[in-house]
């Protein structure tokens, strides 16, 4: 995996500009801040961020992936504000469950979410590189 920063450009905090990869490819749909049993645990969106974010790594586990494989993630919030104030906890949470790996990111705000109760959802590529896949 390839992060690509151009010659003279700030480094981004919490993202990279873009990654090259090749392996194969893992798509993720948006998960929101419920458990595998589409249960909610909290309504902060930091803490959903932290459920959504467990979500996607229990996801990944069963194609045979790990957090350092996610290439992109976009991030959906109902409440730009609501997130740029959680901006310390969501950070911990993420550092907690994907690690010290920063992919290709955007977020962008939305009118809503199909489940009332979600204030987050997020999606990712990941790609496995060939001598890493798990032959199950």
Excluded at 22 to 45: P, S
Aim: charged letters at 25%; proline letters at 4%.
């Amino acid at each position: 995996m390839d992060f690509l920063q151009p010659p003279g450009w700030v480094r981004p905090r919490g993202y990279s500009n873009g990654v090259a990869a090749k392996g194969r490819t893992i798509c993720v749909g948006g998960m929101i801040g419920w458990d595998g049993q589409e249960q909610f645990h909290c309504d902060d969106i930091a803490g959903q961020t932290r459920q959504a974010l467990q979500n996607i790594v229990e996801v990944l586990a069963e194609g045979g992936a790990k957090p350092e494989h996610i290439v992109r993630m976009t991030w959906y919030v109902i409440d730009k504000k609501e997130y740029v104030a959680a901006y310390k906890e969501i950070g911990a949470a993420y550092r907690d469950v994907i690690g010290k790996h920063f992919p290709a990111m955007a977020a962008v705000q939305v009118a809503g979410l199909i489940e009332d109760r979600a204030r987050v959802e997020i999606e990712v590529t990941a790609i496995v590189p060939d001598e890493s896949l798990d032959t199950k």
